[in-house]
């Protein structure tokens, strides 16, 4: 007979696979693929050529740290591209003005996207998917309302600064680009903000209930990635000298998820990888370089992303 008074030890938990994505395979990647550019592409190691492949990946990767956020939040924002061509349209109206006017009126309008899409998720409860599909659309259709369908273009050498002028001999979307990266990567590490992001993500219910004012964080999500959003907006409409309702952050929001996906942070939520997510947006931007330098179609970029992307996610599941 068994001894009742024996101690019944519980069943140890099997130890999962805890693959370091953005530690180790990522950067793999990014070294391999660049020492193959070194070896085939030509002029691939230029100083130039580094300059515009940080440059092309510079707005892809704003507006991919806004996004990390949101995911990290268990959320989706698919009104950022939207949110960029509203940017370009409405700085447009303020070139007459002052370049700090013309960025502060921008992003301000810009921030009230974020706001109309965080209230209605965290206030009214409706999904995030479908609030800001209906801004991406409807926020694309304002965009051309307000250009009535024509390209704008200009000629303002303050504004044309932001995206094509340097510092230091470096780019100063590059610079941006780092400058956020940082300031949003002591925001998350350091600030209870970020570890209350990284706590609604995990598990939104159990944060409430300890006390997180959930709904002001998801806010000020979302209001932060439409402000990262519009930063992009006006990199990129500086860069053309034009705003293009149509074309200005066209689908970016898809390229924003993937490098947020490469970059280690779950679609589930939790914690957010702000430098994987600009690895991420680096590794996508490389593979656009590689096939475009050597002459090879675009759309087998495309592919390749894919079975990155759905590789990333199958490491996720493992982990």
């Known amino acids: 007979m068994a001894n009742p008074n024996a101690v019944v030890s519980e069943p140890k938990a099997k130890k999962s696979i805890n693959f370091p ?3 180790v395979l990522l950067p793999s990647v990014i070294g391999l693929l660049a020492l193959f550019n070194i070896i085939v592409t030509e002029n691939f190691f230029e100083l130039q050529s580094l300059w515009n492949l940080l440059i092309l990946i510079s707005t892809t990767a704003l507006v991919a740290i806004g996004m990390t956020l949101v995911i990290a939040t268990g959320g989706i ?7 960029m061509a509203v940017a370009a349209v409405t700085s447009t109206f ?3 003005s002052n370049i700090f006017v013309l960025i502060v009126g921008t992003l301000l309008v810009c921030l009230l996207f974020g706001l109309f899409n965080g209230a209605v998720i965290s206030y009214i409860g409706v999904q995030p998917i479908i609030i800001t599909l209906a801004m991406m659309i409807a926020g694309r259709g304002i965009a051309q309302v307000m250009t009535d369908g024509y390209l704008i273009s200009f000629s303002n050498p303050s504004y044309e600064f932001i995206g094509k002028g340097t510092m230091a001999g470096i780019p100063l979307p590059v610079i941006i680009l780092i400058a956020a990266a940082v300031v949003i990567y002591l925001l998350v590490k350091y600030s209870t903000f ?3 992001v990284e706590a609604i993500g995990d598990n939104e219910e159990a944060a409430n209930l300890s006390g997180i ?10 209001c932060l990635a ?4 519009g930063v992009a907006g006006l990199i990129e409409t500086s860069r053309l000298a034009a705003a293009d309702a149509t074309r200005i952050g066209e689908l970016i ?3 924003a998820i993937a ?3 490469v970059g280690g942070t779950l679609m589930t939520g939790g914690k957010p990888y702000i430098w994987g997510t600009v690895m991420g947006a680096l590794l996508m931007g490389l593979i656009t370089i590689t096939f475009v330098m050597n002459n090879i179609p675009h759309a087998y970029s495309l592919v390749i992303k894919a079975f990155i992307i759905i590789g990333a996610i199958l490491i996720q599941r493992k982990k």
């Open 21 to 23: 994505l953005t530690q």
């Open 77 to 83: 924002d698919l009104s950022v591209g939207a949110v």
């Open 94 to 96: 303020f070139l007459g």
């Open 194 to 196: 970020g570890r209350y």
């Open 213 to 222: 004012h959930v709904k002001r964080i998801k806010l000020m999500v979302y």
């Open 226 to 229: 439409a402000v990262l959003a």
């Open 253 to 255: 929001e898809l390229d």
């Open 259 to 261: 490098a947020v996906v």
